[in-house]
């Protein structure tokens, strides 16, 4: 199956700073999906993006699918956005990055 | 709202016991996925299903079962519960367009 890595595996920020996810991937995929877990367990879908670049508020993803990568950019980070976020390739490959913990302090 | 529902949120077991987690979707999803997810470990697939009466191992599969008898819904079995069993589990369903998952299981095995 595909290999998902995600890099950094851990990401200290303090409030107001931009960080830069990225998501590599092993193989093409069709399909790439951005996660937030949120301290209570819950993953919450942020971005279906299998090319191109989507915006939503201060979240942006870009894939870059011909080069097997995604990033995922945080602008002006607050606490709340403070959890895990995965990267995966749905539907069939159902692989999961070990995830980058954000931690961003007031 | 798409919604995939598991039926609890907080599980004690004691060791030995049969215990089944209960997932069920109203988006008429085809496809059905089980994770435990462990610190350090990321989400780790146990089991997971295309189809009614369908299903295919996953990564972590021992110890594990599953049922799917109706398109909706998607049982996990711990045919008899063990320490290391102690874990949160996701559910999650998916069609073309990505994964919902439930709120997760904290199961705790004694």
């Known amino acids: 199956g595909i290999q998902v890595e995600q890099s950094p595996p851990d990401l200290i920020l303090q409030e107001g700073a931009n960080s830069t996810l990225r998501c590599n991937f092993s193989?093409?995929?069709?399909?790439l999906q951005w996660f937030h877990q949120n301290p209570w367990g819950q993953l919450i879908n942020l971005f279906y993006?299998?090319?191109g670049t989507k915006q939503n508020g201060r979240l942006s993803a870009t894939t870059v699918a011909t080069e097997r990568y995604s990033l995922l950019y945080i602008s002006s980070s607050q606490t709340t956005d403070s959890g895990v976020y995965f990267c995966?390739?749905?539907?069939?490959?159902?692989?999961f990055g070990a995830g980058t913990r954000l931690t961003v302090k007031p | 709202d798409v919604k995939v529902t598991q039926s609890s949120r907080y599980l004690v077991k004691r060791t030995g016991e049969k215990v089944f987690l209960e997932c069920v979707q109203d988006?008429?999803?085809?496809?059905m996925f089980w994770y435990r997810q462990d610190p350090g470990l990321g989400l780790r697939l146990i089991y997971f299903?295309?189809?009614?009466?369908?299903?295919e191992k996953g990564d972590i599969p021992e110890g594990y079962s599953v049922s799917r008898e109706k398109k909706e819904r998607f049982s996990l079995i711990l045919e008899s519960a063990s320490t290391n069993q102690t874990s949160m589990y996701l559910c999650?369903?998916?069609?073309?367009?990505?994964?919902?998952f439930g709120s997760g299981t904290r199961l705790t095995v004694v």
């Open positions: 993006i299998p090319s």
């Open positions: 995966a390739v749905p539907p069939t490959d159902m692989r």
């Open positions: 193989d093409s995929v069709n399909n």
């Open positions: 299903s295309y189809d009614v009466k369908m299903k």
């Open positions: 988006m008429d999803h085809e496809n």
């Open positions: 999650a369903s998916s069609y073309l367009y990505g994964y919902t």
